[in-house]
Each structure stands twice: as C-alpha cells, then as structure tokens.
C-alpha cells in the first residue's frame, strides 16, 4: 500500500507548519527502522533523543467534485503507535489511543512493535464532501523516548461513472410500400 500525495507537518497544533514534501509514492513517513522498514520521508523527532516530540502532525487537503458519487470509502492506516485521522475537523478513525479527549501530550495506550509496525488497519469512514476537505493524522509516542514513528495511509472509495444523457434508437430502417402495415422496433436507455 501506498499512495501519499501531500502533507503539512507539525509536531504542537499551536506552533507554525511548514510544508513537509509528501511526494506520490513515498509510501510511509516516520524515522527509524519500524520491523525493518525504514520511511521514504524523514521526520523530526526533535531536539533531545531522549525526549522526542509525543506528537507528529500531518495535514492533507483533498478536493471533491462530486461527493455523492463516492461510496464504501475505507482508510487503511499503517502507525506507530497510535494515530488519530479527522476529516475536516471530525474524528474519523482512532486506533490505540486511550478513551477521552486528546492532546498533542496524550501518549498511545500501548508501545507498538514487531509485526504491528507495518499492519495496516482498515475501517469504513464517512465520504468528503464537495469542495476542499482536510484530511489530518495525528501519530502519538507510547513514551517520550520510543525508538521510532511510522506512518502510511490509504484511502480508497468507489464511484459511480457521471451520468450519460439517454439514447435513443428507432431501430432499423425500413422500406414498406403503402397500405402494408409496418412494425417499428426502437429502444431507450437510461444510466439511472
């Protein structure tokens, strides 16, 4: 999986954000080896090895010209530790955080290691609507000096093709010679 396009980074929602280059293809942003698999994109950790920043910020805006021809939108989401994702504003997916509000100092339930840095997790999420959505993702640390942070996110959805204008066809043409009856076959399609 892969398929991130654009981000802004942040570590604190209250600081300046510059842009991080989140190119097509970079597959996973983060620092250090998560089960092996080192991020395309760097990340900061900050200033003190030993005290790494609880929080990363990502920040992505997507445009929809027809939200109500997408539908069964899922996220797949690949993180160490925990992550939250909201979709202009609102929670949309929360996986190993703790119950109750979050902030840029909420440390993940559980520490994240093996094999469960590089699962992708997957739910259902609610469709954007028309115009420009933010899509953001909070990755928080299990403890202020975890060896590393990844982060990956897919989202796919289906959508319906734009409606085509009816067509219409009289049928064959036809030759008859009066008074003969004639017997006209013709046919109508609609998409919807």
Not at 27 to 38: E, K
Not at 43 to 57: E, F, L, M, R, W
Not at 75 to 91: A, E
């Amino acid at each position: 999986m892969g398929g991130c396009i654009g981000a802004i980074l942040c570590t604190r929602p209250d600081q300046f954000c510059g842009l991080l280059k989140w190119t097509a293809n970079c597959t996973t942003l983060g620092y250090d080896d998560a089960n092996g698999q080192l991020p395309s994109t760097t990340t900061s950790y900050g200033p003190d090895a030993n005290n790494k920043y609880v929080t990363t910020y990502f920040r992505r805006p997507i445009v929809v010209s027809n939200a109500a021809s997408i539908s069964n939108v899922v996220v797949s989401v690949q993180r160490d530790d925990g992550v939250v994702l909201y979709l202009n504003g609102t929670p949309i997916f929360t996986n190993n955080m703790p119950v109750g509000p979050i902030s840029y100092l909420t440390y993940a339930s559980t520490v994240i290691g093996g094999v469960d840095e590089t699962t992708f997790y997957s739910q259902n999420v609610p469709s954007a609507m028309n115009g420009t959505n933010v899509l953001a993702a909070e990755i928080h640390q299990a403890n202020s000096n975890s060896s590393d942070i990844i982060f990956d996110l897919q989202l796919t959805g289906e959508s319906l093709p734009f409606n085509q204008p009816p067509s219409v066809s009289p049928g064959p043409n036809q030759s008859i010679t009066l008074p003969a009856i004639a017997t006209l076959s013709g046919t109508v399609a609609d998409d919807h």
